[in-house]
């Protein structure tokens, strides 16, 4: 499985942005996709996270209601539509893709996810 996540860039506080991330190759594996970040000198952290076939959605508390997670199965294409951000969520976002071994209760632990992104830089100015 490939991941390619793209959408992200520099926005000031209390704006928007969509990020996407693709998937291809056996995609069929897939049992959930979610998002990561990385901000500078800290530690990847978990984001977001959906279950590809219940559509059961996942998130940090640092997010809730304002980052959304969503998919669209046709494109075999995730998202993470954010809104109201700050600069504290400026950061590297990953996507991540695991193939059943991230149970509820690890579903934050990157070291279950088997496939990666590359990343795309999200920056909220103050």
């Known amino acids: 499985v490939q991941l390619q996540a793209c959408g992200g860039g520099l926005v000031q506080a209390g704006g928007s942005l969509r990020l996407s991330c693709a998937a291809s190759?056996?995609?069929?594996?897939?049992?959930?996709m979610g998002w990561f970040r990385q901000a500078p000198g800290k530690e990847r952290e978990f984001v977001a996270a959906?279950?590809?076939?219940?559509?059961?959605?996942h998130y940090a508390d640092s997010v809730k209601g304002r980052l959304t997670i969503s998919k669209d199965n046709a494109k075999k294409t995730a998202y993470l539509q954010m809104n109201s951000l700050k600069p504290e969520d400026t950061a590297v976002y990953y996507c991540a893709a695991d193939r059943g071994r991230a149970i509820l209760s690890v579903l934050f632990v990157a070291r279950y996810y088997d496939y990666w992104g590359q990343g795309t830089q999200v920056t909220v100015s103050s």
């Open positions: 959906i279950r590809w076939s219940r559509g059961s959605t």
């Open positions: 190759g056996r995609t069929f594996t897939i049992d959930t």
